[in-house]
């Protein structure tokens, strides 16, 4: 199976969108790898005596009957693995007649089913978390159709802008068969699997794709890491200077921050002082008109007994008269 065959086999695996494209894309997947049957399991337990089996397959139709009987599975040897080891095998005749099950290797071998690999997904990880993490990883290395063109480049761009896809276009090193990236975008896909058993599936690929080896694909991951570290000084240069410019730039906000708070204080003051002449001049003002009012109240008082005293005269002066010309 060729390397691009190979890719491009899987990923349209994790695409699919309906239940139809799953099972012709899976199946046609192990068919790549070598293998003439493929079955799919998913086993959901509501207690201890209910659990649902949804499956993905290819059986033979003469076989489907027996495969998907419910009694059989509870003896079957691999499905009993399942249930209760979380690493993968690969199974043959032995594998049944060690559990005391060789009739039932015997009637599945007939339509093909005589030996297999397993592997095993836990559900320890939620889908949504492996999407966001698996995710990240495809955009960094330019997606999951291959490698795409380099977003832009070092001089359209700073370090901290480019995904690993640029750095190692800006390095000069091409993806191909023996490409460390393209395994990557694989084994990421099979995030869902306990680490043994993405090994298992990725070595598997290995020996039945004889374009790519992986002591090559080592070889290019050392040269790749060693470009991401070159690269990471770049990013802390870049980060250096931004931290440095970003701390004149507070530096300067913060003078003429203080420039401005300067200014105001000053009018501030300024108006408290008019504002305290305002205060001092009413103050006087009132001091006066109070003075003017009591001076006033003392001249109508002194007004008063000037009339008062004279009316009194008068009045004594007319009592006078009157009594003595009685």
């Known amino acids: ?34 293998f003439t049957t493929v079955n799919a399991i998913a086993v959901i337990d509501h207690s201890r005596t209910r659990s649902d089996f949804h499956f993905v397959d290819n059986t033979p139709p003469a076989y489907a009957q027996s495969y998907h009987d419910p009694s059989l599975a509870q003896v079957d ?27 039932l290797w015997e009637h599945q071998a007939r ?28 955009a960094q290395l330019g997606g999951r159709d291959g490698p795409s063109a380099p977003s832009g480049g070092a001089a359209e761009q700073g370090p901290m802008q480019m995904t690993a896809n640029d750095v190692f276009a800006a390095a000069g090193i091409a993806d191909g068969a023996n490409s460390s990236q393209r395994v990557l975008k694989i084994i990421a896909g099979l995030g869902m699997f306990p680490r043994e058993q993405q090994l298992v599936m990725v070595r598997a690929m290995d020996a039945a794709d004889d374009t790519w080896a992986e002591a090559q694909v080592l070889d290019d991951a050392e040269r790749r890491q060693a470009a991401l570290r070159n690269h990471w000084q770049l990013v802390d240069a870049e980060r250096m200077r931004a931290l440095q410019s970003i701390a004149a730039r507070a530096a300067k906000a913060q003078a003429e921050g203080q420039q401005t708070v300067n200014e105001i204080d000053q009018r501030i003051a ?25 001076e006033t109240e003392e001249a109508a008082a002194r007004a008063r ?13 007319i009592t006078f008269f009157k009594s003595t010309g009685a």
């Open 1 to 34: 199976m060729g390397a691009q065959m190979l890719q491009g086999s899987y990923l349209a695996v994790m695409e699919a969108r309906t239940a139809d494209d799953f099972r012709l894309e899976v199946v046609r997947f192990a068919e790549g790898l070598g």
């Open 77 to 103: 040897p691999v499905m009993q693995h399942c249930k209760k080891a979380a690493v993968p095998i690969i199974w043959d005749q032995e594998t049944y007649v060690s559990q005391g099950y060789g009739n």
């Open 111 to 138: 339509f093909g089913l005589g030996h297999g690999t397993l592997g095993l997904d836990d559900g320890g990880a939620s889908l949504d978390d492996l999407a966001r993490e698996t995710g990240e990883l495809v």
């Open 270 to 294: 300024e108006l408290q002082k008019i504002r305290e002449e305002a205060i001092q001049a009413t103050n006087a003002g009132l001091r006066d008109l109070e003075r003017e009012r009591t």
């Open 305 to 317: 007994h000037g009339i008062t005293t004279v009316s009194t005269a008068l009045s004594d002066l």
